[in-house]
C-alpha cells in the first residue's frame, strides 16, 4: 500500500466557519464524507454518511461521488479505495491507523497461513489491504456469525486478526476455527471489576458491549452486538439507562436519537480516557477541511493488491 501526499494549506488559513467550508468544498469537489461512530461528534454531524464497517462498505461501493473522504482509520480509507479504484480517496490524517490491523503483520501471517494449507481465511474488515489480499472472504462484526454459519462444517477456517471477536463467533456459530491472536486496544482497556461496580451504582442500566471486549466483560453483557446493533438496540429497548462498553464516540448518535435515556461510558481498567480510539481522535474538523481544500492525503495501491483484496470484499457484500 502506499500513500500520496501533497503540501497542505497553511494552518492558518482555517476560515472562521469551517463547517459552511466543508460544505462548499462537498458541493464544489463532488465530493461524499464518510464517518464511523468512533469519530467525534462535530465530525459525525458534517458527514453524509454516518455508520460502522458494512455500512461504511456498503456506502463506500455505492456512492456516484467523484471524491471520498473517509473520516475514520487508514483501513477503512484503504477499503473505499478498492472499491473505486477510479475515485479520488481522502483520509484527513495518515497517522489514522487501527491497533488491530498493526497486531497482523502481512509477512507473519503469510506464513501462519501456510501451516494451515487446507483452511480458508476470514477476515475481519479491520485490517491492511494486504492481509485482505491473503484472505478468502472478509468479515465485519455485523456479518461475521451469518458469514461463517455458511461455509461447509468440513471446511476449516483460519479467523483474523481479532481473537475476541473470533472467540465470539466460535461459540455464537458453534464452530471452531483457528484464530490469528490480535487484538484492539480499546476494547481491551475494558475494566471487568469498574463494570460490575459501574453496575451497581446504575443498578437498572443495561449493560451493551461489542464483541471485540474480552470475554469476561462480555458475560456481564445484557446485548452484545456491532457498533451499528448497539445503536439500533438501545433505540428499541424499554430501558432507559446503558452502559456502553465500546468506544464512546458511539454515544453521539445515541443521544441524538434518544435523548430521554442516559448512556453511560464504561470505564477502562486506568482513570484515563483509554476507551477512547487514539487512532481515531486523530482526525479532526480542520484537518477533514485541509484534506478537501488540497486533495491530499490521497490514499492509493498497486492494482495486483487491489484485486486480490477486492475479491473477498465481494464475497462478504454477496454473503451479507
Known sequence: MFVTARPTANPDAIPVDVVAAIEELKQSLNAVILAHYYQDSEIQDVADFIGDSLELSRRAASTDADVIVFAGVHF?????????PNKLV???????GCSLADSCPPDAFAAFRAKHPDHIVI???????????????????????KIV??????????????????RYVMQQAERDMVLWQGSCIVHETFSEKKLVQLKVNYPNAEIIAHPECEE?????????????ALLK??????S????????????????????QKEFIPAPPINNCACNECP????NTLEKLYLAMKTRSPEITMSEEIRLAALRPMQRMLEMS
Open 76 to 84: 477503512m480509507a484503504e477499503t473505499a479505495k478498492i472499491l473505486n
Open 90 to 96: 481522502l483520509l484527513p490524517d495518515l497517522a489514522a
Open 123 to 145: 477476515s475481519y474488515i479491520n485490517c491492511t489491504a494486504e492481509i485482505k489480499a491473503l484472505s478468502d472472504i472478509i468479515c465485519t462484526s455485523s456479518n461475521a456469525v
Open 149 to 166: 454459519k455458511q461455509i461447509p462444517l468440513e471446511q476449516g477456517i483460519i479467523f483474523a486478526p481479532d481473537r475476541n471477536l473470533g
Open 216 to 228: 469476561a466483560v462480555l458475560q456481564h453483557a445484557d446485548f452484545i452486538g456491532s457498533t451499528s
Open 233 to 238: 438496540y438501545t433505540a428499541q429497548s424499554e
Open 240 to 259: 432507559t439507562q446503558f452502559i456502553i462498553a465500546t468506544e464512546p464516540g458511539i454515544i453521539h448518535q445515541m443521544q441524538k436519537a434518544q435523548s
Open 279 to 282: 487512532h481515531m481522535r486523530l
